[in-house]
């Protein structure tokens, strides 16, 4: 299949869904995990700050990694790609589905959501803590404001709403990414190296119910070799490509 090829399917497609990873908002200037993990956090072990062994050992320790995220997710601003598919879910409406890997609310804040589609955040959202007794979820203050651990407004302690090392997916987000992807006419992965599973399965399903899978990263991925088509690109010139 031809880019040209490629963009007269999604133009033509009502059942859309899109799977982002790590790749969207490295152009936002969005550290990976693991890139984090620099200076005073370079001798930390992943599952030093982020699983739930960890948290119950060392709260203070883990919030103080995440308020520092926090604070960096919320100094980027959206980049081309977050507002290229923005303009896509607009086109397509309510056969548009968003599904993201990134934690860093910049899907919500370019207008994914907002459009008749849905965007769903599969690994949960920096920008937001959870009850560790009612399981609600609350937005955290600004920066300079934010006293970790916070508290919920219930009188709470509350973690991060992100899902760690040794947890599941939520059931329902999961539930509807697989269904939408198994009904796309056209899925879009972008920017996620689709090793990690479950996430890493949904464009199989797009696949085994007769739909296209468009790839687009820089580097050659495990999903490479049974996309119908993989473009070589970061996600702003590969979504330009396909929506131009």
């Known amino acids: 299949m031809t880019p040209e090829q490629a963009r007269a399917a999604l133009n033509a497609a009502s059942r859309v869904a899109v799977l982002t990873g790590a790749g969207v908002s490295a152009e936002s200037g969005i550290p990976t995990f693991r890139d984090a993990q620099s200076g005073h956090w370079a001798r930390f072990r992943p599952e030093d700050l982020a699983s739930p062994g960890a948290y119950r050992q060392n709260p203070a320790l883990v919030w103080e990694w995440y ?86 407004p219930r009188g709470h302690r509350m973690r991060p709403n992100v899902v760690w090392f040794g947890e599941l997916l939520p059931e329902d987000a999961l539930a509807a990414a697989q269904a939408a992807f198994a009904a796309a006419e056209v899925a879009l992965v ?55």
Do not use: C, W
């Open 67 to 152: 308020a520092g995220r926090y604070r960096d997710v919320l100094g980027a601003q959206p980049n081309e790609a977050h507002r290229l598919l923005a303009e896509l879910e607009r086109r397509k409406g309510a056969g548009f589905f968003l599904a993201t890997q990134n934690v860093d609310g910049l899907h919500g804040r370019a207008g994914s959501g907002a459009h008749g589609g849905r965007l769903v955040e599969l690994h949960g959202n920096l920008v937001s803590a959870r009850d560790e007794v009612t399981g609600e979820t609350f937005a955290l203050p600004a920066p300079e404001q934010l006293v970790t651990p916070p508290t919920s």
């Open 190 to 244: 972008i920017g996620t190296s689709a090793v990690v599973y479950p996430a890493a399965g949904l464009a199989q399903d797009t696949l085994r119910g007769g739909g296209m899978v468009i790839e687009i990263n820089p580097e050659a991925t495990d999903l490479s070799p049974r996309a119908t088509l993989s473009l070589r690109d970061v996600a702003s010139r590969g979504l330009a490509t396909l929506l131009g």
